[in-house]
């Protein structure tokens, strides 16, 4: 819902549950009124009203209140926007008129002196409590070209407040998306990532709650996310007032965006910020229900159990290899088999063969059409993993153009894992990439896709581009590109996004894929912390989990039992990556059971809204998901002290005047008892875990 008010210069966007408010004065400012609960027109044009706070001497009267600052003028604050234009830097904007297309406003700007236009996007939907955001750059030059050094998405304004705590997702390779939380001290703290994508170091998502108020049920909580799948910057200003602004966007630093030459334009990522009232759970519940209504691809389909061969067979691969694990999988219950690295060009090893995508003719002699044929006849899909963006120096594809990758004149072309990136800013690597890519998949029957990235960008340069700067950005729209192409062609094929597990994980590239791969860390212990971060922003649905061999000897040589693996693994979706012709009989039939389990749980999980009952932080932890008349808990004990048992756990998000009966047991709950007294899990000694269902009588 939107209203307007004051002639057309006061604005309010209404969500489920909260309200968006913005005005402008008399000088043509734009400025914030309010975020938070429901509002009426009335209240906000009282708040417009309000004459602004005096301010000290040395400091400008709408620093932190402004809902767009830009370079230039009496501010002091970051700029969301800053602009060259020949030897001028900076802007000063006209207001030129607002328009209103369904749910969405559209604020329109002009700085006549350097022939630029701005436009200022927002959306609320009704049915949530989402604001999305994101700009419009156009030059109105007439000959000559303007710089944007930088033009964030969004800033968004904080009430005041005694005090702020401020919540990241921080990380590694193999330690993604860890939850911490600390008091917001003056200046300024920025996340960010310069490395060519969205990075395992930050998801790019911060929330704040006043004076560490808030709780996982209770509280003002705020929360901004980014839709960018390359470099970026979220920067957190605690200003000398003690006011809260939050800039984001994409690049990381005032390197500078792009070049616009007369009529050219640039849109922004979405910033999409969000206000909740019911604590951190409840705002993970609204990221969720967003992203599964109006971000993921065809979100309301659950996503299969697959089995992907990597870790059972590295590079040594072969067809009847691979047939032969397909057929236990298949016996298993999996649903989606998966050939990952290996079945390529001349790619043994991690050395060679990445850019030249047809398959090994010793290895597959006949290509992938008859393992895929074999794979669907025993009733599985079938997918392969790739790396377009990637290219080994031993490779074909290089030795024909060396001149596709990143690289600075006269400098050493530096490789992580043997391989250098592809300049896919280039219209040449975009048309290979779509030939080679498209050619694949009319190749056979394949109906999943595993794009990794496995290389951040360094030598980032472009030689003879006028602005070399701009592959930044037209990097990852070029890669935005070619997969809403091959979706398009090819509408039947799911896509997940994977960069060294956990490095490209936004709502950008979540817009575009069906599953992300949540970290190359599987081990079932470590993934708990993992998924419990992930989970503040995004949903079970798209969280890629594997159940893999023990004890874990890619990290730190764990050993867990099968039940302890399973069921972390049954928290997002569900995939098994073990060597399956090193498993007993037995082992084979207890992962038939847990996969049949998973199945019926699965629409409950993947769909359903999630409670987090109980961190893991070493003892018993705890995460539920209720869906209409569904419940499902699972539960893990991560050691056993003096022999005594695990606290119960509390649930939420019940009927308290409802019965529930467990199906596996016929046990009758009273749903007050669940809620107060809590779930008796049983669980005892080290790793052990269980799976609770629960149905509304």
């Given amino acids: 819902m939107m209203e307007i008010g004051d002639n057309g210069r006061l604005w309010v966007l209404g969500g489920r549950t909260s309200s968006y408010a913005l005005h402008l004065t008399d000088r043509d400012e734009l400025l914030h009124l309010h975020w938070g609960p429901r509002i009426s027109l009335e209240a906000a044009a009282a708040l417009a009203r309000e004459p602004l706070a005096p301010h000290w001497p040395f400091e400008s009267r709408t620093d932190g209140l402004e809902e767009y600052p830009v370079e230039g003028g009496p501010r002091f604050v970051r700029p969301a926007l800053s602009v060259r234009a020949g030897e001028a830097r900076g802007t000063a904007w006209d207001f030129t008129g607002s328009d209103v297309e369904g749910d969405e406003l559209k604020l329109r700007f002009t700085d006549p002196a350097i022939g630029l236009a701005l436009t200022l996007h927002y959306r609320m939907r009704d049915d949530f409590d989402v604001v999305e955001r994101w700009v419009t750059l156009s030059s109105q030059l007439a000959d000559g070209s303007l710089e944007l050094l930088r033009a964030d998405a969004a800033t968004w304004t904080l009430p005041e407040r005694d005090g702020w705590r401020l919540s990241q997702l921080h990380g590694r390779w193999a330690a993604e998306s860890r939850l911490v939380r600390s008091g917001l001290t003056p200046g300024e703290k920025v996340l960010g990532s310069r490395r060519g994508h969205t990075g395992h170091q930050h998801l790019p998502w911060v929330a704040l709650d006043a004076g560490a108020e808030a709780t996982e049920e209770s509280g003002e909580v705020y929360g901004c996310a980014l839709g960018w799948s390359g470099s970026w910057r979220i920067a957190v200003h605690h200003l000398p007032d003690g006011r809260v602004q939050i800039n984001g966007g994409a690049g990381y630093d005032d390197s500078g965006l792009m070049r616009l030459a007369p009529g050219e334009s640039y849109t922004s990522p979405v910033f999409a910020g969000l206000w ?3 604590g951190f759970g409840g705002a993970s519940r609204q990221w969720h229900a967003w992203q599964l209504a109006h971000v993921i691809p065809r979100a309301g389909k659950p996503r299969p159990v697959l089995y992907n061969s990597w870790e059972a067979t590295l590079f040594d691969i072969s067809e009847d290899q691979q047939r032969a694990l397909a057929r236990r999988a298949a016996d298993m219950g999996v649903e989606l088999f998966v050939v990952d690295d290996g079945w390529f060009g001349a790619r043994t090893h991690d050395a060679a063969g990445l850019g030249d995508w047809t398959p090994n003719p010793t290895r597959f002699p006949g290509g992938l059409k008859p393992l895929a044929d074999e794979v669907h006849a025993l009733g599985m899909q079938f997918g392969i993993w790739v790396e377009p963006e990637m290219v ?15 690289f600075q004149p006269g400098r050493t072309r530096t490789e992580f894992r043997n391989q250098l990136v592809l300049n896919l800013a280039r219209k040449d690597v975009q048309d290979y990439l779509w030939e080679q890519l498209d050619g694949l998949l009319s190749s056979a029957p394949i109906d999943y896709v595993k794009w990794d990235f496995n290389r951040c960008f360094t030598d980032a340069g472009w030689p003879g581009e006028p602005y070399p700067q701009k592959l930044w950005v037209e990097h990852v729209h070029a890669f935005y590109a070619l997969v809403d192409r091959l979706r398009a062609a090819h509408p039947h094929v799911a896509f997940e996004s994977c960069s060294g597990g956990g490095g490209r994980i936004d709502l950008g ?6 599953q992300v791969w949540t970290s190359d860390n599987t081990d079932p212990l470590d993934r708990l912390a993992i998924q419990y971060g992930f989970s503040q922003l995004h949903p079970a649905r798209v969280m890629a989990a594997w ?22 693994a049954m928290a997002g979706v569900l995939g098994v990556g073990g060597d399956l012709t090193r498993w007993s009989p037995a082992e084979l039939a207890e ?3 847990w996969v049949a389990l998973y199945k019926e749980i699965r629409p409950v999980v993947q769909l359903g809204a999630q409670y987090r009952l109980r961190p893991p932080d070493g003892g018993l932890g705890a995460v539920q998901y209720t869906r209409g008349d569904d419940t499902v808990v699972l539960a893990w004990l991560q050691a056993q002290h003096y022999g005594e048992p695990p606290p119960a756990v509390r649930l939420r998000g019940l009927d308290p005047a409802a019965s529930y009966t467990c199906p596996d047991t016929g046990t009758v709950y009273s749903g007050a008892v669940l809620l107060h007294r809590g779930l008796a899990t049983g669980l005892r000694g080290d790793l052990d875990a269980a799976v609770f269902r629960l149905r509304k009588a």
């Fill in 392 to 406: 080994n120096p031993d490779s074909d594809l290089y030795r024909a153009h060396p001149d596709w990758v990143q």
């Fill in 591 to 593: 992962a038939r059971d």
């Fill in 276 to 278: 909740s009232g019911a």
């Fill in 509 to 514: 590239v979540l817009s575009r894929t069906d």
């Fill in 547 to 568: 159940v893999t061999d023990s004890p874990n000897t890619q990290l730190n040589g764990r050993v867990s039992s099968l039940r302890f693996r399973f069921v972390s």
